[in-house]
């Protein structure tokens, strides 16, 4: 069994910085690909960065070039760096991995998650 606990989020301002943290508990030798998603009121969960167990990313093309996805000592640890942030990024974000090795298209893919920590949440103010 795997629990993925989510911290780091908060209130910023526009143009700030979060660091997120995703901590994993359980055997996290069986995970192939984990991300970070997020979810605003009123719109759909969209993927915000991938990461497999080559280590090749995978970014939402609304924070390419502001976000960095990095991943801890033995799977153990997942993080998103958001820099230049925007009010369009104010959500609940969630930590999440897979069960199975994941293409670069499907990780973008919520569906194709099995494991899911209960989010965090980010608000970005002007």
């Known amino acids: 069994q795997v629990q993925l606990v989510e911290s780091g989020g908060g209130s910023v301002q526009s143009g700030g910085s979060l660091r997120l943290s995703c901590a994993v508990y359980?055997?996290?030798?069986?995970?192939?690909?984990m991300g970070w998603f997020r979810q605003a009121p009123g719109k759909e969960r969209e993927a915000v960065a991938t990461r497999d167990s080559d280590g090749r990313t995978n970014y939402g093309d609304s924070v390419k070039g502001r976000f960095i996805i990095s991943q801890g000592h033995a799977k153990n640890g997942l993080y998103l760096q958001m820099n230049s942030l925007k009010r369009e990024d104010t959500a609940l974000y969630y930590c999440?991995?897979?069960?199975?090795?994941?293409?670069?298209?499907?990780?973008?893919?919520?569906?194709?998650?099995?494991?899911w920590g209960q989010g965090t949440q980010v608000t970005v103010s002007s």
């Open positions: 999440a991995a897979a069960r199975v090795a994941l293409t670069p298209i499907r990780s973008l893919e919520a569906d194709r998650y099995y494991y």
């Open positions: 359980g055997v996290s030798s069986s995970l192939y690909c």
